[in-house]
């Protein structure tokens, strides 16, 4: 990709980067939220994301493995050697902030990834995972339970009335000293 490329696909709204990135094979189902700063790697026909997945910011999904070139480099008889593997997020899953997908890499229904978590291999259905490499913390449940005195119902508030809520519910901290 050329710089000027590049500087487009940074400046091109989220929605029309998806549907190029469709158009050359990525599977997205219905009811999905991908939020700008996200990056499919250069096999989009190799992902495929399930229904009602949100994809939040700068996160990463690697479809090849990049340890390839120094092995081209190493051995002559692998010179045009490449390795690749699919990535499947499963129907009704969080993929956190920055959060890194390599390939190979299944993530099952209904499954939180923490932020920055670098997930490296399959994660079952009904699991959080988070850190670096990515290691189960809990189930779906668990999630649940342990917050659900912190739940709170706003989604469906306007910014103005989301605000007014927050800024009673959570005052400020005092200042420091």
């Not at 989009?44 to 493995?65: A, E, F, M």
């Not at 050697?81 to 890499?105: E, K, L, Q, T, Y």
């Not at 605000?163 to 005092?174: A, G, K, T």
Request: glycine share 10%; hydrophobic share 35%; with cysteine.
């Amino acid at each position: 990709m050329s710089i000027l490329d590049s500087i487009i696909w940074r400046l091109m709204p989220s929605g029309m980067k998806l549907e190029r990135l469709k158009r050359r094979g990525l599977t997205i189902g219905e009811g999905c939220e991908i939020l700008n700063g996200f990056d499919f790697g250069s096999e989009p026909y190799l992902v495929t994301i399930g229904d009602n997945v949100r994809i939040t910011s700068g996160v990463k999904i690697t479809t090849h493995d990049g340890g390839a070139w120094t092995l081209r480099h190493m051995y002559p008889e692998l010179v045009d050697i490449d390795r690749f593997g699919r990535v499947s997020i499963g129907d009704n899953s969080h993929i956190g902030m920055d959060a890194m997908i390599m390939p190979g890499v299944a993530i099952g229904r209904n499954c939180i990834v923490g932020a920055r978590a670098v997930v490296t291999h399959d994660v079952p259905d009904n699991t959080v995972v988070a850190g670096v490499p990515a290691r189960p913390i809990g189930t779906i449940e668990q999630y649940r339970e342990k917050h659900s005195s912190e739940f709170v119902n706003t989604k469906h508030m306007g910014w103005q009335e989301k605000r007014d809520f927050c800024e009673r519910v959570y005052p400020h901290l005092p200042e420091k000293r």
